[in-house]
Nanobody
Framework: QVQLQESGGGSVEPGGSLRLSCATS????????MGWFRQAPGKEREGVAF???????SYAHSVRGRFAISRDNAKNMVYLQMNRLKPEDTAVYYC?????????????????WGSGTQVTVSS
């Protein structure tokens, strides 16, 4: 059974930092693209950061230079380091996987999803 579980969300002031983690199990993690998505109330789910099976990252323009995605293949884990957070970063953050060695940007192409972790940025 494929399972993804996010952790590390919380509430921070603008300019603060959080580190999200995603634990995976039940599939060949090393052959899959990994992605972080977010969804705010009343808005569509959007891609935030992605990493392919070789560890090469890609980022949405809105977070480039502030967020960093990484993966630890020995632990079947993926991380999202979020720095200089802004109120518009407030959302539920989800990790997801897709059966590709390369980055996939469309959320409809991801097969497996976690349940999400809340990130709130406010003063």
């Amino acid at each position: 059974q494929v399972q993804l579980q996010e952790s590390g969300g919380g509430s921070v002031e603008p300019g603060g930092s959080l580190r999200l983690s995603c634990a995976t199990s039940g599939y060949d993690y090393r052959t899959y693209c990994m992605g972080w998505f977010r969804q705010a109330p009343g808005k569509e789910r959007e891609g935030v950061a992605f990493v392919d099976s070789d560890g090469r990252p890609s980022y949405a323009h809105s977070v480039r230079g502030r967020f960093a995605i990484s993966r630890d293949n020995a632990k079947n884990m993926v991380y999202l380091q979020m720095n200089r957070l802004k109120p518009e970063d407030t959302a539920v953050y989800y990790c997801a996987t897709a059966p590709s060695h390369f980055v996939i940007l469309d959320p409809d192409d991801y097969n497996f999803w976690g349940s999400g972790t809340q990130v709130t940025v406010s003063s």
